[in-house]
């Protein structure tokens, strides 16, 4: 379980592809706090740590997770938002954030409000009747609000803004468009629609 706050940002020095993709990432963590087994967050996907030194950890990363993931982010070099599994007694300061990537956005322009950055992105139609205005979105691992959410020409399009710190401090500060972003809905919004479809059965 996670809260969408991202913690550091990790560089994949290595991606070597066995039966599953190994990725090494170089991280800021106090490794010797981490233990094998132990879940990190990244870019939103909920990943096992099963190799690590002072600096790095090392994750397999299943071909299910690669094809439902954003293209390109498992790659040498990728730069990937990271989190640490919530413990009990942490502040929950986002939302919560199960790790389960939902589908894959793509960001269709970015423009300037104020100091902060609004972006729109098109959302997969199976999504959309999860997604509302002023509720929680989770993308590439970080928690959001969404601005607004529209229908035109049978896509879904909504926007959320990129403050400052949160650009400074994740991926999303270089965020262009064309970029595929990891979409993780908010879980409240999952029970819901399971209760009421189970109403109408």
């Known amino acids: 379980m996670f809260t969408g706050i991202v913690t550091d940002i990790g560089i994949v020095t290595k991606a070597e592809q066995r039966g599953d993709l190994r990725l090494t990432v170089q991280c800021g963590y106090d490794m010797a706090t981490v233990a094998i087994g132990a879940s990190i967050a990244c870019s939103g996907a909920c990943l096992t740590v099963v190799d690590k030194g002072a600096d790095w950890f090392a994750v397999d990363v299943s071909a299910e997770t690669v094809s439902k993931t954003a293209a390109g982010l498992w790659r040498e070099g990728s730069r990937l938002n990271l989190e640490r599994a919530l413990r009990m007694g942490d502040e929950l300061g986002g939302h919560i954030v199960t790790g389960h990537v939902d589908g894959v956005a793509e960001v269709l322009g970015v423009c300037a409000e104020g100091d902060s950055h609004r972006v729109g992105m098109r959302i997969p139609r199976e999504l959309a009747r999860f997604i509302a205005p002023k509720g929680s979105i989770t993308l590439d691992g970080v928690s959001l609000t969404v601005n607004d959410v529209r229908t035109e020409g049978g896509e879904t399009h909504c926007a959320v803004n990129i403050i400052p710190h ?9 965020i262009a ?5 990891n979409v993780e809905i908010d879980v409240l919004a999952r029970y819901l629609d399971r209760m009421m479809a189970a109403r109408t059965q």
């Open 177 to 181: 468009a064309g970029r595929q972003l």
């Open 166 to 174: 949160t650009a400074a401090q994740t991926t999303l500060g270089e």
